[in-house]
C-alpha cells in the first residue's frame, strides 16, 4: 500500500533525486584518481562477488598509510559508487569489469567530459547509452528487493529507491541530560560545527558537511549522540517521564535507551537487555559519558518484573536504512526475509508480559515491509484483546494510519515504523 500523508511538504521528484545524487559526484576534484585508481580497481572485485565494501575500504586504506586525505576521499568515493551504482553502471559501460564501471561512474553518473574520464581512468567505453527506463537499473537495485519494495511501497517505490542512493545527513541528538538543542547547536558552531535544526525531532540537528563528529569535544564530553532522526523519533513514542520505569529489550548499543534516560531526567530507571553482550557493554560506556549511569541498568538475563512503558525495537530487514551502506542491498538474501516476523511477534509477546496494567508497548523496526510491521501488531493485538493500538504522537504527516511511518523520500529520515500499544487498566 503507498503510504499516504495529511500534511507536509510535497516529496522531491525523481528527477530531482538523480540530480542530486549527480551533483554530488560532479562537485568532487576527480584529478587524483589516476595515483589510486589500481588499487580501488583491484579492491572493488572482491565487492563485486559479495565482499563488504566497507571491510574492503578499510583494508584498501591501512594499506597505503601515505595516500592523503585527497586521495583516501577519491578510494573512498569510488569504491562505495560503483558497489552502490553497479547495475546502472554496467548498463552504461556495457561491462561488469570494474575498470569500466569506475569510468561510468564518471562519464554516466557525474557526467564529466569524456577526455577526462579517459585520462583519469585509463578506460575507453562504448558510445553512450540513454539513462535506462525501469527503475531498477536507473537506481541500481537488485531484482529480488523489487518486489519487496513495490509490495510495501507501491507506486513511491522508485522514489524511495532513488533516496536510498543519497547520503543521510549526519544528525546528532542534543543529551538534555546536560543542555537542550540550541545551546548545543551553539557549542558545535564554536567547535567549527555548524548545524541546522531537524524538521520533527525536538533534540535533533543536522551537522552541515561531514565533520568528523567522534574527534568534537562536545562528543567527548557527552553533549550528544550521532543518531538519525527517525530513531529519534521512535524513541519518542515511549514518552518517557521522570518516575517511570522502562524496558529497553533490543537495547544493542543504546542509542535509544539514552533517549529514554534523557527523558526521565535522573527520575527513574531504564533496564537494558540485548542477547549482545559486547553492544551491552558499549551502551555501559556510552551511559558513563552521557551522565546516565545511574539511570541506565544493563540486564544480561530478563527478569519477571513490570514495566511502565517497554520499547521493542526488533531486528528486522533494515530496508529503511540502506542509503547507510552503499553495498547492502546487494548482500541481502531475501529467502531469509520470512525468518523475521516470528522473531518479531515471539518479542512481543516477551513484552507483553511485562507491562504494567495501563501502561505502554511501543514495536518498532527499521523496515517498510508490512509482513514485519502493520502485519506482525494486528495478529499481536487480535491473540491480546488487553492491549490496543493508540494514535502515534508525531506530527500527521509522519502517521500512516496510527502508526509512525517515517521514509527518506519524504521526511528525510530513514525509514522506520513504529505502533504505540497500550493495556488496558486493571479493573476495580
Not at 537495485?141 to 524511495?160: K, Q, T
Not at 553533549?223 to 532522526?229: A, C, G, H, N, T
Not at 538475563?301 to 521493542?312: E, G, M, N, Q, T
Not at 502517521?399 to 500499544?421: C, K, N
Request: proline share 8%; charged share 25%.
Amino acid at each position: 500500500m503507498t503510504p499516504r500523508t495529511s500534511s507536509g511538504p510535497k516529496p522531491p521528484t525523481l528527477p530531482a533525486l538523480e540530480r542530486a545524487a549527480r551533483d554530488r559526484l560532479a562537485q568532487l576534484d576527480w584529478s587524483g584518481l589516476p595515483e589510486v585508481r589500481r588499487q580501488v580497481v583491484d579492491a572493488l572485485g572482491p565487492v563485486l562477488h559479495g565482499a563488504d565494501a566497507a571491510r574492503q575500504l578499510t583494508v584498501l586504506l591501512r594499506s597505503h598509510p601515505g595516500w592523503d586525505a585527497h586521495h583516501r576521499a577519491l578510494a573512498s568515493e569510488a569504491l562505495f559508487g560503483v558497489a552502490l551504482w553497479r547495475r546502472r553502471l554496467a548498463y552504461h559501460a556495457g561491462s561488469e569489469s570494474p575498470a569500466a564501471l569506475v569510468a561510468a561512474l564518471l562519464r554516466d553518473l557525474a557526467h564529466l567530459p569524456k577526455d577526462h574520464v579517459s585520462h583519469w581512468t585509463g578506460t575507453e567505453l562504448p558510445d553512450p547509452r540513454p539513462p535506462p527506463d525501469d527503475w531498477p537499473t536507473r537506481f541500481s537495485w537488485p531484482d529480488a528487493l523489487v518486489p519487496e519494495l513495490e509490495r510495501a511501497l507501491g507506486s513511491e517505490a522508485p522514489l524511495f529507491a532513488a533516496a536510498s542512493n543519497l547520503h543521510g545527513p549526519i544528525t546528532v541528538r542534543a543529551n538534555r541530560l546536560r543542555l537542550d538543542r540550541d545551546a548545543l547547536a551553539e557549542r558545535l558552531l564554536s567547535e567549527g560545527a555548524p548545524s541546522h535544526p531537524a524538521r520533527y525531532a525536538p533534540d535533533a540537528l543536522h551537522l552541515d558537511g561531514r565533520p568528523n563528529v567522534l574527534g568534537l569535544r562536545a562528543h567527548q564530553e557527552g553533549l550528544f549522540e550521532v543518531q538519525d532522526e527517525g530513531s529519534q523519533l521512535v524513541g519518542a513514542l515511549v514518552e518517557a517521564r521522570p518516575g517511570q520505569r522502562l524496558l529497553d529489550l533490543c537495547a544493542g548499543a543504546g542509542g535509544k535507551t539514552l533517549l529514554l534516560a534523557a527523558g526521565l531526567q535522573g527520575q527513574g530507571q531504564v533496564d537494558a537487555y540485548d542477547t549482545d553482550g559486547e553492544a551491552l557493554e558499549r551502551l555501559r560506556h556510552r551511559a558513563e559519558r552521557a551522565g546516565a549511569s545511574a539511570t541506565v541498568r544493563i540486564l544480561h538475563a530478563l527478569p519477571d518484573d513490570s514495566y511502565d512503558a517497554i520499547l521493542v525495537d526488533a531486528p528486522c530487514t533494515a530496508l529503511g536504512s540502506l542509503r547507510r551502506g552503499p553495498d547492502v542491498r546487494w548482500r541481502l538474501d531475501v529467502a531469509s526475509f520470512d525468518r523475521w516476523p516470528p522473531l518479531q511477534r515471539a518479542l512481543l509477546e516477551t513484552a507483553a508480559t511485562r507491562v504494567r496494567p495501563g501502561g505502554r508497548l511501543v514495536y518498532a523496526t527499521c523496515t517498510v515491509r508490512p509482513e514485519e510491521n502493520a502485519e506482525v501488531v494486528r495478529g499481536f493485538l487480535e491473540a491480546h484483546p488487553e492491549f490496543h493500538q493508540v494514535e502515534a504522537p508525531v506530527a500527521p504527516e509522519l502517521r500512516q494510519g496510527s502508526a509512525l511511518v517515517t521514509l527518506p523520500h519524504r521526511h528525510g529520515t530513514d525509514g522506520f515504523y513504529g505502533a504505540v500499544l497500550e493495556r488496558a487498566a486493571a479493573q476495580r
